[in-house]
């Protein structure tokens, strides 16, 4: 199996944690609520998912916070570069929209289509994954993806010792067994700890 690319534009400065995506519980995160903006019940919404005009729309339902709680969008807006303003049915301002601030929106994971390609993967399906070499070494659990405007990073936690970044380019990561649940990396010069690469 080859390596996998996200089917979605960079937005960067993103991370996704192993313990967001565990808290999630089996759903899929499409959005995190930030804060309240203005007196009549919008919030702030960093958007998480490639499409946000078929999440975030009047009437659409999601689920918001570990006890996922089904919200309905009453109106959504633009709102700076890469998010939006939304608001929610039975929460009519600031002080009732209080409660939803830095909570995750959910939805399915089987609202989420497949990948179009083979090449193709998402956040939820390689967060906890086990990361070994190609000679079988194992380096530890991928436990969070930085996005950044040119690639991702995988941050690997060992079971002793530093975290390791892997850039998420075709040279680095060679495959997802998802079966056996792994990626495998290239070992190249430099890039891990206490090690020249081979």
Known sequence: MTARRKPRARRGGRRI??????????????????????????????VLTDHPEARFYPGAVVFVGPRQVPLTVRSVRPFGEQGLLIAFEGYPDRSAVEVLRNQWLTIAADEVAAPQTDDEYYDFEVLGL???????QVLGTLVEILETGANDVFIVEPEDGPQILLPVTEEVIRAFDFESGRVVVRSLPGLLPDQGGA
């Open 17 to 46: 944690h192993l313990d967001d995506v565990q808290q999630a519980q089996g759903r899929v995160i499409i959005g995190r609520l930030r804060k309240p903006h203005g007196l009549r019940g919008e919030m702030v919404l960093e």
């Open 130 to 136: 086990q990361v070994v070499t190609e000679a079988g």
